[in-house]
T-cell receptor
């Protein structure tokens, strides 16, 4: 069974640009969550999607947005990039987001802002 | 809001030493609790979990017990190996929130 796949693995952008990251969950998983991982802050929750609906979001500015498609694949978009957006962005999936289900993580997209 | 607090690292131990990594939480509902591990150069993976009070999760010699009275989920291992060197994250998820809250992680370094 294929794991969670994130593309691309690495991205280098400059301030002011925008970026789109992609996540394909494990087959059969319908809940997809996104996190920002930085050395000082650990994992910060961005948002969660299920059946193309955002059910929860974290405390990030509106520049961070996401969506989910009918096949459960998800994309995350960051507009007007800032230096502080440099981080590892992780995607995780579960069957339906229930509290007993452990999240399965992808390897992440490392975003560097110059 | 819900939160997870882990002991600050790094933790440096000699091989075969006893390991404890403290984790405490606050939650408005009844959470499930998890420990995840991130080995160097690898992604996050589940180490163990517990879904109700007094449950003990265990895997690869690691154990953690869900203590509702002390709101804790401390990770323990009786004899660590060099291969256990990694970053360990404590996390919780409360029913109906669809949101996992992670601690800041504790880096463990085991010396031969």
């Amino acid at each position: 069974k294929a794991g969670v796949t994130q593309t691309p693995r690495y991205l280098i952008k400059t301030r002011g640009q925008q970026v789109t990251l992609s996540c394909s969950p494990i087959s059969g998983h319908r809940s997809v969550s996104w996190y920002q991982q930085t050395p000082g802050q650990g994992l910060q929750f961005l948002f969660e999607y299920f059946s193309e609906t955002q059910r929860n979001k974290g405390n990030f500015p509106g520049r961070f947005s996401g969506r989910q498609f009918s096949n459960s694949r998800s994309e995350m978009n960051v507009s007007t990039l800032e230096l502080g957006d440099s981080a590892l962005y992780l995607c995780a999936s579960t069957y339906d987001g229930g509290r007993n289900q452990p999240q399965h993580f992808g390897d992440g997209t490392r975003l560097s802002i110059l | 809001g819900d939160s997870v607090t882990q002991m600050e690292g790094p933790v440096t131990l000699s091989e075969e030493a006893f390991l404890t990594i403290n984790c405490t939480y606050t939650a408005t509902g009844y959470p499930s609790l998890f420990w995840y591990v991130q080995y160097p150069g690898e992604g996050l993976q589940l180490l163990l979990k517990a879904t109700k009070a007094d449950d003990k999760g265990s895997n690869k010699g690691f154990e953690a017990t869900y203590r509702k009275e002390t709101t804790s989920f401390h990770l323990e291992k009786g004899s660590v190996q060099v291969s256990d060197s990694a970053v360990y994250f404590c996390a919780l998820c409360t029913s109906g929130t669809y949101k996992y809250i992670f601690g800041t992680g504790t880096r463990l370094k085991v010396l031969a």
